[in-house]
Structure formats: C-alpha cells, structure tokens
C-alpha cells in the first residue's frame, strides 16, 4: 500500500466517522439548517397576493381597516425576493414581543433609522435577529420592543396584466374584508 492511498483511506474513515456521529445523535439538527447567508422559508410570512396596481393599495387600507392594530405601508427595495417584490402594499399589525416567532416578517426602524421589513431569525436575549429572504447577511441592528413597529399580516404586490376590481363611483367590498365605501 503506497503513502498516498493511506491517507484517502484515513480522510475516508474520518468522514464516515463524523456522519456516523451525526446522524446517531438524536439532538442533531445540522440537516434542517439552511446554508450559510440563507434565510430559511419564512412559513409564518403571508405570501402577497397579486392585484392590479390601482387596486393594491385600496384592498390593503380595507383589509387593515377590519383589524384592530393595523396599519399600511409600501415596501421598497429588493431585500425580501422572492418572498415580497419592489412596490408590495404591506398590512402590518402591532403585536406584544412575547407573540413573535422565527419566520415571521416585521417591520423595524434598522440602524439608519429607516424602516425595514424582514424576516425574524432567531431570539437572542437582546433581542430579535433579522435578515432580508434575498440578503447573504443578517441585519446589524436587533429587532426589540423600541425599534419595533408591526409584524407583516398581509401582503398585496402589483400586477399591470391584473384587470381592477373597482369601479369609478362603485361601492365593492375588499375580498374578506366586509369594507365596503364610494371610490
């Protein structure tokens, strides 16, 4: 047996080693962790529904409308693709810090003081962790109590090929939303 083939041979063992450590260990979780820079699906984000652009932000104030706590904003920027194109009406709903889990999108003041909606990824004792669906990296600043203004409930992206719901001078309800009122 030549040098060379020695050492495939112990790389070999040792990389079976390893994964036989892992995979025995019940309390492993390395397999359900995304990879580095990655945010894991947020399933607690609402994904946004597609309307006619003149329509988006009327079905949003008529959904925030019908909830208590609520409030609109318009997302900017590219951070949360593909979850939340450019120009997404966001319904944001104020929620106590206990309520919070991974996965859902809020909406904080970040460390320029601009607002920013992005997905929580981990509870520290400081604080929340966030990072953008589409960032590499998380975000600096924590998201707390202070700097906390909702958690995404509802989301309306534009769509120019959607024909408008609404009708000049037409009273119509949002879909779900039990609003109703002259245009």
Same mark, same amino acid.
């Given at each position: ?5 020695? =050492?495939? &041979? +112990? ?6 080693? &390893?994964?036989? =450590? ?11 962790? *995304? ?8 399933? +607690? ?7 006619? *652009? ?27 693709? *593909? ?5 997404? =009406?966001?319904? &944001?709903? +104020? ?48 998201? +707390? ?7 995404? &409930? ?5 769509? *120019? ?23």
């Amino acid at each position: 047996m030549t040098r060379s083939s020695r =050492v495939g &041979i +112990r790389e070999k063992l040792c990389v079976a080693l &390893i994964l036989a =450590v892992l995979c025995a260990s019940p309390s492993t979780t390395w397999a359900a962790k *995304p990879a580095a820079g990655l945010v894991p699906t947020p399933a +607690r984000s609402p994904i946004a529904e597609e309307a006619a *652009p003149r329509d988006v932000w009327w079905l949003a104030e008529a959904f925030a409308a019908s909830r208590p706590n609520c409030d609109t904003m318009v997302g900017r920027g590219d951070s949360m693709l *593909p979850l939340y194109r450019d120009r997404t =009406v966001l319904v &944001i709903e +104020r929620m106590e810090q206990a309520q919070l889990e991974p996965g859902m999108t809020v909406v904080f003041f970040g460390d320029s003081g601009r607002m920013v909606a992005h997905v929580l990824v981990e509870r520290t004792w400081r604080g929340w962790i966030a990072q953008g669906v589409g960032n590499a990296e998380r975000d600096r600043t924590l998201v +707390r109590a202070d700097n906390y203004l909702g958690t995404v &409930i509802k989301a309306y992206t534009p769509n *120019p090929e959607i024909s408008s719901v609404r009708t000049p001078g037409v009273r119509v309800a949002a879909a779900g939303s039990g609003v109703g009122g002259r245009l």
